[in-house]
């Protein structure tokens, strides 16, 4: 099980949701070796998994959209695997409902959008798939009120993200 000092959570928890929920999933990359595998996978149990997901999933959305997410190889992670329904049982329906949306968005398109491309072609992607902005808007949108969601639900469960040290 990974640890976290109490005082480092109390810090983060002090600067406020976005250092609560970057603590518990540093803490976690840096306990699978700061790269995510079917093997260090092994390693954590389904919050662990999901809070990975979510920190990913909101890194790639709000840097480069659905369009990067998918063509950075994080498709089947997010929409293939129980994702969306872990983040309803944590309290973020309409979230989930996203997620949802994104994996159809996923399916349909996810063969030309993981293809192999130049710089120029990567960006001319974002013009042939304009409703993956509607995706990336919704989400910006709500990202802060998810952030908080998940912040609450790791608050509300720290046994099963980390022991906490004294």
């Keep these: 099980m990974l640890r976290i000092k109490e005082s480092a959570v109390i810090e983060a928890a002090q600067s406020g949701m976005d250092a609560f929920v970057e603590l518990f999933y540093n803490a976690t990359m840096e306990h699978i070796g700061g790269e995510l595998t079917q093997e260090s ?6 919050d662990q998994i999901t809070l990975l997901a979510y920190c990913i999933y909101r890194e790639e959305v709000m840097d480069g959209g659905h369009v990067q997410l998918i063509h950075n190889g994080y498709g089947p992670f997010i929409f293939l695997n129980p994702f969306a329904k872990a983040m309803r049982l944590w309290g973020a329906k309409e979230f989930s409902k996203l997620v949802y949306s994104g994996r159809k968005f996923y399916e349909e398109n996810h063969k030309a959008l993981t293809a192999d ?5 990567f960006m001319a992607i974002y013009e042939n798939y304009p ?3 509607d995706l990336d808007d919704e989400f910006i949108l709500m990202e802060e009120e998810v952030t908080e969601t998940v912040a609450r639900y790791i608050d509300e469960h720290l ?3 980390a022991e906490i040290e004294a």
């Design 131 to 133: 409703e993956a902005d």
């Design 117 to 121: 491309c130049t710089d120029e072609e």
């Design 41 to 46: 996978m092994s390693l954590l149990n389904p």
């Design 159 to 161: 046994q099963d993200f």
